[in-house]
């Protein structure tokens, strides 16, 4: 767990810029020359020139927790859920079964880092404006749930769980592959 942990934020620290990004022009709902944003290079370059380094790094360190939070629960839990439900000693279950393991912990992994998700991309949205809103990860927590309560942690969750699918298969297949190339 600690090494996926490990291995998640150290990829995030070069491609998070990326996704900050991503996320920055996703919501630049401008047209033609009235969006902020005319492509990613553009986008980056105006967040550096306004916020420096740390602009484009905004909600990092929450992302990071999230990463580990999300893949501790999801490969952690996948493990013992399927050793829980189906002892060494019986036989392997089948494609449906592991699947149903896998969405589960998915789920549950999904809506237990979502919080976290959420943060972030508000971190993310006041960099480059000139406007704090928030002075950091606990800071945002705090103001989010005094102004709307516990349920906007998880506004969008629902398409959030519904693109975990994927992730869900990947663990079945992994397993399926892993058990034909020891022959289990």
């Known amino acids: 767990m600690a090494s996926g942990g ?16 991503r996320t920055r022009m996703a919501v630049d709902v401008g047209t033609g020359a009235n969006h902020q944003f005319h492509g990613l290079g553009h986008c980056i370059s105006t967040i550096y020139k306004k916020s420096g380094i740390d602009g484009l790094y905004q909600g990092f360190g929450v992302s990071v927790v999230g990463i580990i939070v999300y893949r501790a629960a999801y490969f952690g839990g996948y493990d013992t859920l399927k050793s829980v439900l189906f002892p060494e000693n019986t036989k392997r279950p089948g494609f449906f079964a592991s699947w149903l393991v896998a969405q ?12 976290l998700d959420t943060v972030r991309r508000c971190l993310m949205m006041q960099s480059g404006t000139g406007t704090v809103m928030y ?14 309560g516990s349920k906007i942690f998880f506004n969008g969750g629902l398409s959030n769980l519904l693109r975990g699918t994927g992730s869900a298969l990947v663990l079945v297949f992994y397993d399926q592959v892993k058990a034909m190339l020891t022959n289990k």
Do not use: W
């Open 6 to 21: 490990l291995a998640g934020a150290t990829s995030l620290l070069f491609v998070y810029p990326l996704d900050f990004a």
């Open 104 to 115: 589960t912990v998915t789920v549950i992994s999904g809506l237990i880092s979502y919080p």
């Open 135 to 148: 002075t950091g990860t606990l800071d945002c927590f705090v103001k989010l749930y005094k102004k709307s």
